[in-house]
Every structure is written in structure tokens, then in C-alpha cells.
């Protein structure tokens, strides 16, 4: 029987750093500090097998079961840099609109989060520190990071569900198949489509598990023409085809991105201002349009594609 170890010291001489966040035997997203000792748990990106174990300071993490290794970039990062982010401490409209709107009151989103011993986990770090920190998200890019496609819409962290704060293709179809369901304030985790240069707009789509048939769309406005430019170009460039025709032509077959906004606008289906193959059979499958407006480079981010 493999021993456990009983504290950080025990971690670091072993090569390990503990994570904040693991999935149980029942395939549950759980915090450590809500987790019961003695249970099986794996990494929530890699499925390393982890246990829960206490730090010298007294703070519950996962960490690594002796002779077991993470495979994946993500959870390598977090041990190598010991900073877990999280949503917890963050309201979903306030982080939202910080992102969208720089000059925003309500965009004071640097709340620390605090331990039971009033202690500040969001402050930096000292050399001498090395135990594993937890700080709220600031940005697209550490929700990115964090491994998203291994979110659980119904996991809490803090006072709120994640499906609060982002909705990705892998839950969508429970939110937008209903009618009545309201986009809101929101990030969302979708998949560049096309470009629209008469209205400066740039179209994603989110495709849900039936076998990519539904889909909803994004559609990202420009106000400023360098603007648009800018990120069409991101995204790919005009090419003559075979025929001679100047067409748009992708970088990569598939590029993702996060893209928050503090009030989608909803465009029924029927009523799409965009060229999307209208047809009876698409739009039978299309949940229909959410339009936002370019406000600043915090509101949009590329994940690195898939080469």
C-alpha cells in the first residue's frame, strides 16, 4: 500500500503541487475544501489519480498519487506555477461587464479571496511561499487555461453555478434548446464561422453533442473598421480561388474562442441579417443568433488552435 503524504514538504520532495478542484468516483466536479479524506478523486483535466491531503498551513488540496504523472499542458502549468484560478468570490454580471466595459463601475473585480484565517490568497506569492494559491479569474485567457472543457454547468464555486458564467458546446443544447432561456450576461466557448465585411461582423457558431445538427450563432460587431480588420485577420485572408474569385479563406479548419458579453441580444433564426445558407432544413436546426458589440480586446480571445 502506497503511503500518503502528510504535508507540503512531504509534496515537494516527492515533485508535487496539489490542484484545488478533482473529480470524484461519482464523476463530480468537488472542491478540496468541500471533499471527504480517504475517497479516490482524478485530475478534472488529465484523469490523474489524486487524494486529498492537507498542507504545513492547514489548506486541503489534491494532490498526486505517488508515482502518477500529469499528461496534460493545463494541469502541468497549474503544478509548475502553483496559481489555481476560479470563479469563486466573482458575481457572473460583474466579471462580465469588467471585461466589456473598461470605463464600467462594476468593474472592480479584484476581490481577494480569503481563507478561514482572513488571510489574502490573491496576493503574490513570495519565493519562500510555495504552496499552492488560489486567485479569482481576470481574464479570458486563465478561463482558457483552466481546462474549460472539463466544466460542470452545475458545479458551484462561490454562490453560483459555472453555467452562470460561460456555456460551452459540451451542455449547451440543455440551455438553448429551451425557449424561453435568456443568454444574458455570459461567456461563451464557440467556433469561427464566417465574416461579414459589408456590416463589419464576424459570425461564430457553438455546434451541440447531436452530432454537430443543431448549432447557435454568434455575431460580433464592429464599430470601428481597424478593429474589424484587425481581428478578420486573425481569423483568415482574401485568396483568388480556382476561378478567380476573391474569396475568405480560413487560417485553420478550426478555430475557437471565448467571447464575453453583458447583454446578448437575441435575433430570432428566421431573421439572421447575415448570408448563413438560409434554407428550411438549416434553420431547422439552428437555435437561433446572439449579437454582441466589440467594446475592447478583453471581451474575445483565441484558443490556440488545433494544428
Known amino acids: 500500500m502506497n503511503s500518503t503524504p502528510a504535508n507540503l514538504n512531504e509534496l515537494k520532495e516527492d515533485g508535487r503541487a496539489g490542484l484545488f478542484y478533482a473529480i470524484d468516483q461519482s464523476g463530480n466536479y468537488v472542491a478540496s475544501d468541500q471533499a471527504p479524506a480517504g475517497c479516490k478523486y482524478t485530475c478534472p483535466v488529465c484523469g490523474c489519480a489524486m487524494h486529498l491531503t492537507t498542507t504545513k498551513s ?3 488540496i489534491f494532490a498526486r498519487d505517488r508515482g502518477r504523472m500529469h499528461t496534460n499542458p493545463i494541469c502541468i502549468t ?3 506555477n502553483r496559481k489555481h484560478h476560479t470563479f469563486k468570490g466573482l458575481e457572473p454580471e460583474d466579471f462580465i461587464t469588467s471585461l466589456c466595459r473598461v470605463n464600467s463601475k462594476k468593474a472592480s473585480i479584484e476581490r481577494p479571496i480569503r481563507t478561514d484565517s482572513g488571510s489574502n490568497e490573491s496576493a503574490a506569492v513570495s519565493q519562500d511561499d510555495k504552496e499552492m494559491t ?3 479569474f481576470s ?4 478561463i482558457a487555461e483552466s481546462g474549460i472543457n472539463k466544466l460542470n454547468p452545475d458545479a458551484k464555486q462561490g454562490e453560483h453555478k459555472i453555467s452562470e458564467y460561460i456555456i460551452t458546446y459540451k451542455y449547451a443544447y440543455q440551455f438553448f434548446s429551451d425557449p424561453s432561456f435568456e443568454l444574458g ?3 461563451v466557448y464557440a467556433r469561427f464561422s464566417w465574416t461579414n465585411s459589408n456590416d463589419r461582423a464576424l459570425i461564430f457558431s457553438m455546434f451541440m453533442n447531436d452530432k454537430e445538427r443543431s448549432s447557435v450563432k454568434f455575431r460580433l460587431l464592429f464599430t470601428k473598421l481597424s478593429d474589424f480588420k484587425n481581428y478578420r485577420d486573425k481569423f483568415g485572408t482574401f485568396v483568388e480561388n480556382e476561378t478567380g474569385k476573391t474569396v475568405f479563406k480560413k487560417k485553420y479548419a478550426a478555430q475557437d474562442v471565448l467571447i464575453a458579453c ?4 437575441y435575433i430570432d433564426k428566421y431573421s439572421c441579417p447575415d448570408n ?3 434554407n428550411a432544413e438549416y434553420c431547422k436546426s439552428c437555435l437561433g443568433m446572439y449579437q454582441a458589440v466589440f467594446t475592447n480586446s478583453k471581451q474575445i480571445y483565441l484558443l490556440p488552435p488545433d494544428q
Not at 481574464?139 to 486563465?142: E, N, T, V, W
Not at 453583458?262 to 441580444?265: I, L, N, R, S
Request: proline share 0%; glycine share 4%; with cysteine.
Open 58 to 60: 492547514g489548506k486541503k
Open 134 to 136: 488560489i486567485a479569482s
Open 78 to 80: 497549474l503544478e509548475r
Open 276 to 278: 448563413c445558407n438560409y
Open 185 to 187: 450576461a455570459r461567456i
Open 262 to 265: 453583458d447583454d446578448w441580444y
Open 139 to 142: 481574464s479570458l485567457k486563465q
